[in-house]
């Protein structure tokens, strides 16, 4: 009897389960996964007596007891909860983590071209996901640190025409127009007004750089000193700190911050800076106005591109590239993924739609059925994993110690009859019965997508089950009835309410969020499951205005970098005193925030201190181009 056979690294038995890989697949296709896999260990749930004590990428069990799955009692239509349950204002005080991060680079780019009209060239790395599928920042390295001073230099040199001024850059050095420039521009880039310090600071660099009576100059290493400050690069949520030991209010401007990156990705725009200086932000009718804004504005389908792009593994499909799925026939299936969620978004917006509109009756299920979700999780137990986890809010354990590295399809067999090993061995079951199941509805697609009747010439068996652990199920057959049952199901609206929740917080949620999620989920099932108007829900709690309390010193003052008149060169004498004026503000805000903060800091401290060193190798962009 012939087999096909796929041998499979020992991490690739934490992508597909407790063991095994698919059969009829090339060595490539493996090595793909087994990437996926060192992702997926690298934010897997940290089990605790037992129990999955971490809920993933902003979303998850919430503390549920792994293997706690849904139960056939939890399907149903959407409704409000009972009257009684508590709202937002019922949720009390509990912890709101608000760590300090850097931009992701996907803010970064949005924010720079927000800022300077021109779009970044620097092919930065993708951002690690370490804990689930979203990558809320860049790890600033010192090769990551190196192409951002490079690209600052470009933005500066592109900056030299004077469009960023508000006189004409051929005019003789004007101070008022420098103060202007300075507290416009470099306000933007911190998302807050300057301090009269920092105001007065950016201005004496302005004259430096000017100081020959060459206003581009001036205009130049403004923008570059701007783009490389910490200032600029890291998300700051200090808080207004106006009760000791208390959760803290953010600031205007700190919440406008918040709302932009949700909405947009990038910095706050005129109109929402407006809202933040005359206070509208800290009334719910205020945010509300400023996010049903932003819901119509010609940049909030990017904003949702990218959160279906991280949610759906839609950036992880280069991995999977091969013989049998070409770069091409990938970009191709992206590109239809990304053309229906926006045509979802432009009509009702509504998560039933997600799951069940299709264009293609071979490919009922909506997001399920999308080629690039099928290829992206390629099996049985990667399909059901998918489900329980990005759509229930489930968390699988990590398999056992000593799992099988293969699976074996015989020729006589199909695929659903070797995976069935998976539910019958006892040293696998208690995980694989969450996830296989539900993987085996999607036996009409094979692992490259493609809609099959026959599987190695035997009738395709899709039925499946969403079983609980208390031994309860709901049966389904096929994809269809799978994407109505979770269409229905309020655990799915629930499980998206926490995960948008948990993306526009950018963090982890756990249980201390359960009550904030119960209520947005109430007004986004009162929505008729709207998305929009559950992200009109998030940004109107108080959870997503807050953070942490934590004790904050005496502001301290930025020390000076030496600002001497006249035209700086060599070009060293430039890049010198950029990098000196982005040691300082990051020395003054790691003294601001709590000791993680500090170590985020100390992080880009170093990498400046790397760049230093690298600085006489970078070359100077050419020509502005």
């Known amino acids: 009897m012939v087999r096909l056979r796929c041998e499979l690294v020992l991490v690739l038995g934490w992508a597909v389960g407790c063991g095994g890989g698919i059969s009829q697949r090339t060595v490539s296709e493996a090595a793909a996964d087994a990437g996926s896999a060192g992702e997926a260990q690298a934010g897997g749930a940290q089990q605790v007596g037992g129990t999955s004590s971490v809920a993933m990428g902003g979303y998850g069990s919430a503390g549920t007891p792994a293997g706690v799955g849904m139960a056939a009692a939890s399907f149903g239509g959407h409704s409000p909860q009972s009257a009684g349950a508590p709202g937002v204002a019922g949720c009390g005080p509990s912890p709101n983590l608000t760590p300090l991060q850097p931009l992701s680079s996907w803010e970064y780019g949005q924010s720079v071209l927000a800022l300077t009209n021109a779009g970044v ?13 979203f990558a809320y920042s860049m790890d600033l390295s010192a090769a990551k640190v190196q192409q951002l001073f490079s690209e600052a230099e470009r933005q ?40 009269d310090a920092e105001s007065s600071r950016y201005v004496n660099l302005f004259k430096t750089g000017s100081g020959s009576g060459d206003m581009a100059s001036g205009v130049e290493l403004v923008v570059e000193a701007a783009l490389m400050s910490p200032l600029f690069l890291h998300k700051i949520y200090l808080g207004a700190q106006t009760t000791p030991g208390a959760l803290q209010p953010l600031t205007p401007f700190e919440v406008a911050a918040r709302v932009s990156f949700l909405f947009t990705g990038a910095l706050p725009d005129a109109a929402l800076w407006e809202a933040a200086v005359d206070g509208d932000l800290l009334s719910d009718k205020g945010i509300e106005t400023s996010a049903r804004r932003l819901l119509a504005s010609p940049v909030f389908p990017g904003a949702v591109q990218h959160f279906h792009e991280q949610w759906l593994g839609l950036d992880e499909l280069p991995r999977f590239v091969s013989a049998q799925l070409p770069e091409a026939q990938m970009a191709e299936m992206r590109d239809e993924t990304e053309t229906f969620v926006q045509a979802v978004f432009a ?46 809010c489930d968390v699988v354990p990590p ?64 039925s499946g089950e969403i079983a609980d652990s208390d031994g309860s199920s709901e049966a389904f057959v096929g994809t269809a009835q799978l994407a109505t049952l979770l269409g229905d199901s309020p655990k799915v609206g629930k499980c998206l309410a926490r995960t948008w929740l948990g993306y526009g917080l950018q963090r982890v949620t756990d249980t201390a969020d359960d009550c904030v999620v119960d209520s ?25 205005r807050s953070r942490d309390p934590y004790p904050v010193p005496t502001v301290p003052t930025v020390p000076e970098p030496t600002f001497t008149p006249g035209p700086i060169e060599p070009l060293s004498a430039r890049r010198k005193l950029v990098l000196e004026l982005a040691v300082a503000e990051a020395r003054w805000l790691q003294a601001l925030v709590p000791a993680e903060g500090k170590e985020v800091v100390d992080h880009y401290l170093s990498s400046l201190r790397d760049l230093e060193i690298q600085l006489t190798q970078i070359q100077p962009p050419a020509g502005g181009q």
Request: hydrophobic letters at 35%; glycine letters at 6%; proline letters at 10%.
């Open 347 to 392: 009509a009702k917006r509504r998560l039933p739609d997600l799951l069940h509109s299709s264009a293609d009756p071979m490919r009922p299920a909506g997001l399920l059925t999308e080629p690039s979700t099928l290829v992206r999780f390629n099996n049985p137990t990667q399909r059901g994993r998918f489900v329980r986890e990005r759509l229930l």
């Open 399 to 462: 398999p056992p110690p000593q799992i099988p590295k293969t699976i074996e399809v015989a020729a006589d067999q199909t695929r659903r009859q070797a995976w069935e090993q998976h539910v019958t061995d006892p040293s696998c079951a208690s995980c694989h019965r969450l996830m296989d199941p539900i993987g085996f509805g999607f036996e009409n697609f094979d692992a490259q997508g493609r809609y099959r009747v026959t599987d190695n010439g035997l009738p395709v068996d899709a």
């Open 520 to 544: 947005v989920y109430d007004r986004f099932a009162s929505a008729d499951l709207d998305i929009g108007e559950l992200l009109v829900a998030i940004v109107k709690t108080p959870r997503f």
């Open 121 to 133: 060239t620097a092919v930065l790395s993708d951002d690690a996901k370490p804990l689930g599928p």
């Open 156 to 195: 500066g040199t592109l900056a030299r025409d004077g469009k960023l001024l508000p006189c004409s850059v051929n005019e003789p050095v004007d101070g008022k127009c420098a103060q202007a420039f300075v507290d416009s521009f470099v306000g933007r880039v911190f998302r807050r007004p300057l301090s």
